[in-house]
């Protein structure tokens, strides 16, 4: 096995007794969501000109993105409170693959993540939510998802890193939450304003959404949005690809060297 599978497998392990340690975040990140699905769906789901029942088909997979998203959040903290308490700096004397300790912590919220996605995906069946699709489509969306969710999380840890302190990221995390309100996640983008328009549609939030609802078979795609939401899989593809070419390598080298 070689050090980065290796050092990369032992820190996933950390990651993982940590939250099972530390249980409080991870509840709160999908409590959240699941109130949100409750409050959207029967509060603001009857003010819309959706039907009750159709408005919640549109909105779970927008729930799921929004929830992904979040991963900005997680990752941010965790990697600043591990700056902060000197554990990164107590890494770096180690002799661990430098990739490994950001990639675990990636991989490990990964798999939290993909644990956390399954009480959502319950509740949203209980209310009316319905995979409409294929079950390759339903998967494809799953698996579009978790990538999307590890891209999040790669620029958490960077941002992270970069703060080196928890009250900061803590302050910066919080922030992040308006990010899916710039999006398709709630409400459809056909009636906003041109330029707020054009700027939800550019939020990769709004191609990975209207992604999911096109692969769980619950909406049409718009053809007349912009690029990314036109082509929803290939701009989520791009999207992802992009935010981990650019983040993860620069997560990487934050650690490496530290505040230098």
């Known amino acids: 096995m070689s050090t980065l599978a290796y050092d990369g497998y032992a820190m996933v392990g950390r990651q993982l007794r940590r939250v099972r340690n530390s249980p409080g975040l991870a509840i709160l990140t999908q409590v959240m969501p ?23 088909s549109f909105l779970v997979p927008g729930l799921l993105v929004a929830t992904a998203a979040g991963g900005i959040m997680t990752g941010m903290f965790q990697a600043a409170a591990d700056s902060h308490r000197g554990v990164m700096d107590r890494f770096r004397t180690m002799p661990v693959s430098r990739a490994a300790v950001p990639l675990g912590q990636a991989v490990a919220d990964l798999v939290v993540t993909a644990i956390g996605t399954v009480p959502l995906l319950l509740v949203g069946l209980a209310v009316g939510w319905r995979v409409e699709g294929s079950v390759p489509g339903a998967l494809g969306a799953v ?3 978790l990538l999307f969710r590890f891209a999040c999380t790669s620029i958490g840890i960077f ?5 080196r302190s928890e009250d900061a990221a803590g302050q910066l995390g919080a ?4 990010l899916p309100l710039l999006s398709n996640a709630y409400i459809p983008t056909e009636g906003l304003a041109g330029w707020l328009r054009t700027l939800a549609e ?3 939030i709004s191609a990975v959404t209207t992604a999911l609802r096109d692969l769980f078979g619950n909406a049409s795609v718009p053809r007349d949005a912009a690029w990314p939401v036109a082509h929803p899989i290939a701009g989520s593809l791009l999207w992802c690809a992009v935010l981990i070419a ?8 934050r650690y490496m060297y530290g505040g230098r």
């Open 34 to 56: 699941i109130n949100m699905l409750l409050f959207f769906g029967y509060v603001f789901g009857s003010a819309l000109s959706m039907p009750g029942r159709e408005y919640r």
């Open 143 to 145: 698996g579009l998802l």
């Open 159 to 163: 941002l992270g890193l970069l703060t």
């Open 175 to 178: 922030s992040t939450f308006i």
């Open 202 to 204: 550019w939020n990769p």
């Open 246 to 253: 650019v983040f993860l390598p620069l997560a990487v080298r």
